[in-house]
Antibody, heavy 121, light 109 residues
Framework: QVQLQESGPGLVKPSETLSLTCAVS?????????WGWIRQTPGKGLEYMGS???????YYNPSLKSRVAISLDTSKNQFFLKLRSVTAADTAIYYC??????????????WGRGTPVSVSS | QSALTQPAAVSGAPGQSITISCSGS?????????VSWYQQHPGKAPKLVIY???KRPSGVSTRFSGSKSGNTASLKISGLQAEDEADYYC?????????FGGGTKLTVL
């Protein structure tokens, strides 16, 4: 059974970098699939942030592209989110996800429990 | 890419059927079958219930079904049960342009 678990600071100061880790168990991220991040706020609902394949191929939401980076560490079976220059608008619950599918159609079939992050001084 | 449009709320009595719509455009929902649906209970992570418009993941009740007509995808839940009360989100996957609907709150009366 594939499981994802997010970890990272729950509080980040404005203008700093938000860094989260997702630990994967029950599946090797080097096997395949895309690995990504989705966040949820009461005001904007669910927002896809981006995803990365083990080969290095990445896709980022255009609205975040200048600030976001997703990377994988296959040796530790983990992947990461970095979001630079955060503001209060980045306060949200952050979910790490596995994408399954292929041939252009992908969907989010495994989700972590989510970790709340607040941006405040 | 604009967000997909869903009704804010729907309701139904136990045993009845309800349908939640997800309206897109001719450049997304109307063009490709890359639509998935997610169920989210309060305080929990979303759960995949339908993908590729009509396909149901292993373990998801057969009471859940999906369809599409033109630029609108739909999720139907038959034989409503109390446990179906949750928020439901549609999603259109398009690499960097992946978008979600605003969500629909389902109340089981």
């Amino acid at each position: 059974q594939v499981q994802l678990q997010e970890s990272g600071p729950g509080l980040v100061k404005p203008s700093e970098t938000l860094s989260l880790t997702c630990a994967v168990s029950g599946y090797s991220i080097s096997t395949g699939s895309y690995w990504g991040w989705i966040r949820q706020t009461p005001g904007k609902g669910l927002e896809y942030m981006g995803s990365s394949y083990h080969t290095g191929q990445t896709y980022y939401n255009p609205s975040l592209k200048s600030r976001v980076a997703i990377s994988l560490d296959t040796s530790k079976n983990q992947f990461f989110l970095k979001l630079r220059s955060v503001t209060a608008a980045d306060t949200a619950i952050y979910y790490c996800v596995r994408l399954s599918g292929g041939s252009y159609s992908w969907y989010f079939d495994v989700w972590g429990r989510g970790t709340p992050v607040s941006v405040s001084s | 890419q604009s967000a997909l449009t869903q009704p804010a709320a729907v309701s139904g009595a136990p045993g009845q059927s309800i349908t939640i719509s997800c309206s897109g455009s001719s450049s997304d929902v109307g063009l490709y079958n890359f639509v998935s649906w997610y169920q989210q209970h309060p305080g929990k992570a979303p759960k995949l219930v339908i993908y590729d418009v009509t396909k149901r993941p292993s373990g998801v009740s057969t009471r859940f079904s999906g369809s599409k007509s033109g630029n609108t995808a739909s999720l139907k839940i038959s034989g409503l049960q109390a446990e179906d009360e949750a928020d439901y989100y549609c999603c259109f996957y398009a690499d960097s342009s992946t978008i979600f609907g605003g969500g629909t709150k389902l109340t089981v009366l």
